[in-house]
């Protein structure tokens, strides 16, 4: 077996040890006799995996009983949907915040169900960045302030989230959620695709403050009604039990490794190597986002001579580093390095970068 370094943005690079762990259970689970991906999501095990799962992103997140965690299917982008169905009230206008392909598709859904301002956009700028909280100015009647926490494809992230007083704040976080400490209690609604960096493809984690998800329409689609998820335990019908118990190893790999004040030092020491080689190296490579916003999860950036950027991809490929090459929304080159992604994954590519280089200056 030689596994290699895996950039890639979504599915994306699961730890090592979960992955054994899973295999080793793969065939049976905790002397039960069969394997979680035949077992019933109404069963005493899968019942403590749900619980354990749910109880342990709280414990990361500092949150209490005010809190749920909901494990919802339809990707990030059914999310992008159900927000305004359930939040966006007749009357009331829902506030976006575009800075990216993503955060511009969540606009979408939310025009087709009511009216929405946005209070920021940086699309003409390519979304090369993230605005800072006093840029943000939200709408009288506001319903909530929609903000994509980390975006995936430009390598934009927050790092400073808007004050939003008594209106609420909802984030997608699905390529940032858990990798490093934030201040969770802010927000009335987070959500995040799994497949970035905390699980495989299939689950989408809900975390929602409970008194806001109540008591919102009876005429919704159970499956996108957050109450109906809420009240059953996620477990309104069949969840996607094999991704939920993936996602629950992966956060208590989280804590193991030392939670999120930790898995904070190891991303920002992890995307300095890349950032300070693209720093160094003005003449032959250029980073994509502005300085204040650039994302610790996905590195954007591209080769001064664009002539030789598929020569990069290309090389790191056959140099053991999967997976770089850019958005075709935006080019150049991509290094999605979270949670999982080792330390020496970002060396490994630093060290790459230095020599392409050497090799082509
Ligand atoms: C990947 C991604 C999405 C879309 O997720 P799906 O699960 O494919 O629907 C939405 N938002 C962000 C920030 C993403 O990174």
Redesign the pocket.
């Known amino acids: 077996m030689s596994r290699i370094f895996n950039f890639s ?2 599915p994306a690079v699961l730890p090592v040890e979960v992955l054994e762990e899973a295999q080793k259970e793969l065939l049976e689970y905790q002397a039960t006799g069969m394997s979680i991906l035949e077992m019933s999501h109404r069963s005493k095990p899968f019942e403590q995996i749900n619980n354990e799962a749910q109880a342990d992103i709280k414990e990361l997140l500092g949150l209490g009983e005010d809190y749920c965690v909901l494990f919802m299917g ?7 949907s159900a927000v305004p169905m359930n939040f966006l009230e007749p009357g009331k206008i829902a506030a976006y915040a575009v800075t ?1 392909s ?2 511009d ?2 606009l979408k859904e939310a025009k087709k169900v009511g009216e929405t301002a946005i209070v920021f956009s940086s699309k003409e700028a390519k979304y090369n960045r993230v605005p800072k909280p006093e840029e943000i100015t939200l709408p009288a009647n506001c319903a909530y302030l929609h903000i ?6 430009e390598g934009t992230e927050f790092f400073e989230y808007p004050n939003t007083g008594e209106v609420p704040l909802i984030a ?4 940032d959620i858990l990798s490093r400490p934030i201040d969770a209690n802010k927000f009335t609604l987070i959500y995040a ?1 799994a ?2 960096n905390i699980g495989p ?1 299939g689950v ?1 984690v809900v975390i929602a403050r409970k008194d806001f998800i109540k008591g919102r329409s009876k005429d919704l689609p159970e499956m996108l009604n957050y109450e109906t998820m809420m009240d059953n335990e996620s477990l309104y019908n069949t969840p996607p039990a094999y991704a939920i118990y993936i996602v629950g190893k992966v956060v208590k790999w989280i804590k193991a490794q030392g939670g999120l004040k930790a898995m904070e030092e190891r991303n920002r020491a992890k995307a300095k190597l890349i950032y300070d080689v693209i720093d160094a190296n003005p003449d032959f490579y250029k980073g994509y986002a502005d300085v204040d916003s650039r994302s610790l999860m996905n590195v954007t950036f591209g080769l001064v001579n664009e002539d030789l950027e598929k020569k990069f991809a290309e090389e790191a490929e056959q140099a053991g580093l999967s997976g770089l090459k850019g958005h075709r929304s935006v080019g150049g080159m991509r290094a999605s390095i979270y949670n999982a992604m080792p330390f020496e994954g970002c060396q490994a590519l630093a060290n790459f970068m230095l020599e392409f280089k050497e090799k082509n200056k």
């Open positions: 943005a979504g339809g990707g990030a982008s059914l999310q992008f990216g993503f955060s598709k969540a994509t926490g980390n975006n995936t494809i997608d976080l699905s390529s695709g497949q970035k493809a989408v």
